[in-house]
């Protein structure tokens, strides 16, 4: 009997232990052949069939070493954004520091790709910075931009500041794709999706430090067509944040979330929030594959769902009871618990 509890205690730090790695290592991708369907049942986010690395970075395949246009300071970059077309890539070299303080609202027009190298080679991929404490660094010109490989610092890291009220980018239009970058630093939010923005494309990124107290989102999604795939988040008040306005919905899925959330950490609206005397929370919503690496609430949907909320293959960390919060139309089902992994159906 001593024997069996000894490898019993043995086999649950191992848990531990490799829970901890995966949220210091990132989820490695799986080969690149393969697709996003899933072969065998598998929880949380370390199956990740992406063929990329969970929050991007070494690893990354889909990497820019040129483009059209090169942006080495402020006046390049921004002479660039005036002149690219649809179809073209504004590349931004490794080790490239760029100041936009002075700029807020900055256009990227439709059909043009900002890109660097983060990932390639030990690249942390050059920097886009901003010490403009309030507004909203970026903006969506047209459909189908794309953001890839670069970091992007704002003003502040911390929770509690009457002084800073910090946006990284307001996504408007259809097909926008942000990937492979850092976002950090913007502590109401880092990226918002507008309502009319659809199939927006969200995926290995690495964001963290959004952390404003009654903001403080890493996504803002809020469109009814909105994919958080594979990225790892970790300091923000709500990781993934939505109004739940009529028709909003969100897929988040493979991500790694970190343990230092400052409240639950995907997050959906009702009306008593919005104060439209509705219980209405979207319409849909679908979670599942992702680790959770927090001890707080993991899913919290304000109100109820037009059509449903499922909920499922997710590793929660922490116990059952912390798990989710939901007034109905919701279906939590085949999530495995703790460090030792416990299903309930």
């Not at 942390?124 to 969506?140: E, H, P, Q």
């Not at 969200?202 to 952390?211: A, D, E, M, W």
Request: glycine share 12%.
């Amino acid at each position: 009997m001593e024997r069996e509890a000894m490898f019993r205690k043995f086999n649950l730090s191992l848990s531990v232990l490799f829970l901890f790695t995966i949220y210091l290592t990132g989820c490695a991708g799986s080969s690149p052949g393969m697709d996003m369907k899933q072969q065998v049942e598998t929880f949380g986010c370390e199956a990740n069939p992406t063929g990329n690395p969970i929050g991007g970075g070494e690893g990354y395949r889909d990497i820019f070493t040129h483009g059209d246009f090169t942006a080495k300071n402020t006046d390049e970059l921004l002479t660039a954004l005036k002149r690219a077309r649809p179809g073209q890539v504004i590349f931004v070299p490794d080790g490239v520091k760029i100041d936009l303080s002075a700029y807020h609202d900055v256009k990227i027009p439709g059909g043009v790709t900002l890109a660097g190298t983060r990932g390639l080679k030990g690249s942390v991929g050059a920097v886009i910075f901003t010490k403009r404490k309030k507004g909203t660094l970026f903006v969506s010109a047209g459909e189908n931009i794309r953001i890839t490989g670069l970091r992007f610092e704002g003003p502040y890291s911390g929770r509690v500041s009457d002084e800073f009220n910090a946006y990284f980018i307001r996504l408007n239009h259809y097909g926008a794709e942000i990937d492979n970058c850092e976002i950090y630093n913007f502590n109401a939010a880092a990226i918002s999706v507008s309502i009319g923005a659809m199939k927006v494309y969200i995926h290995h990124n690495y964001i963290h430090h959004c952390q404003q107290d009654g903001g403080g989102y890493g996504v803002s999604a809020n469109s009814s067509d909105v994919h958080i795939i594979a990225n790892k988040f970790d300091y923000c008040r709500h990781h993934i944040a939505s109004s739940g306005s009529p028709g909003a919905g969100y897929e988040a899925a493979w991500n790694l979330v970190g343990p230092h959330a400052t409240s639950h950490n995907f997050d959906v609206h009702g009306g008593r929030d919005r104060g439209d005397g509705t219980d209405i929370a979207g319409d849909w919503f679908d979670i599942h594959h992702n680790t959770f690496l927090s001890s707080r609430y993991h899913v919290g949907i304000r109100g109820t769902p037009c059509q449903i909320a499922k909920i499922h293959h997710n590793w929660f960390t922490a116990p059952s009871s912390k798990r989710v919060f939901t007034s109905g139309n919701t279906k939590i089902y085949r999530n495995v618990y703790g460090p030792g992994k416990k299903l309930e159906e």
